[in-house]
């Protein structure tokens, strides 16, 4: 059992809750109250929608939670995970995406207001972007992209300011990262002195649909073991 109680898991653009179905069923047997909701676009719709947004959704989840609690993120799940770890007792951050100044490392990408993943999402494509996942995994994801706010994605790539987070923190890594390169999370990882975990998997959400997905959470568990104080 970990001393951690709850924990926040908060998903990637055009994902949703059900990208941690391996991790949720890892850590809730390990005796942690796992809470994975879907981001919510604001009433105007997904193009009126920006990372303010979603961060006030994200730090309302969290003030929910028991304490000690963990908070989880993926790709921009991980920066908003940053945006509220201050109101956390451990922070684990699967290839996010980095705070200003780091962000500028970040491959060039143009989005429209509404990025239409769902509407142009195809299984051929979702089997290239999880090439370590199996078929089943890959099916699963195609089903579930969903279309994204273009404005959340530009204010992330334009740069947020975050404060280094007081907690512990662990930063995990996929070998093979497209979308955030293996040698940018290295470098803000090492300058913000968090502890880091490079993995084998090969793929941006790998860590989490992957074949590798049950291993990595179970290593986050034990991560939490050692960094929250038992009592």
């Excluded at 005796?31 to 676009?41: F, R």
């Excluded at 060039?108 to 207001?113: K, L, M, Q, S, Y």
């Excluded at 740069?159 to 890594?173: D, E, F, N, Q, Y």
């Excluded at 979308?179 to 968090?194: G, H, N, T, Y």
Aim: net charge negative.
């Amino acid at each position: 059992m970990t001393a951690v109680r709850a924990a926040l898991l908060v998903h990637g653009a055009g994902g949703g809750g059900w990208e941690w179905k391996v991790w949720r069923g890892v850590w809730e047997a390990a005796g942690i109250v796992v809470s994975a909701p879907d981001l919510q676009p604001v009433a105007a719709g997904l193009a009126a929608t920006g990372f303010d947004d979603y961060l006030c959704q994200v730090r309302d989840a969290l003030a929910t939670l028991p304490r000690p609690r963990a908070v989880v993120g993926a790709s921009l799940g991980g920066l908003l995970a940053l945006g509220v770890a201050d109101a956390a007792d451990a922070a684990v951050l699967v290839n996010p995406l980095p705070p200003a100044p780091w962000q500028g490392e970040l491959p060039a990408r143009a989005w429209p207001d509404v990025v239409p993943w769902q509407r142009t999402a195809r299984l051929a494509g979702t089997r290239r972007a999880l090439g370590d996942a199996d078929e089943a995994s890959a099916l699963f994801a195609f089903r579930r992209w969903r279309d994204e706010s273009g404005a959340v994605l530009r204010e992330a790539h334009a740069g947020v300011a975050v404060l280094r987070p007081s907690c512990p923190t662990l930063l995990i890594a996929s070998r093979d990262d497209a979308d955030v390169p293996p040698a940018l999370s290295r470098s803000f990882a090492d300058a913000w002195e968090m502890e880091r975990l490079q993995t084998l998997s090969g793929s941006h959400v790998g860590p989490l649909l992957g074949r590798e997905a049950a291993g990595i959470a179970v290593q986050a568990v034990e991560w939490l073991n050692h960094a929250v104080p038992d009592g």
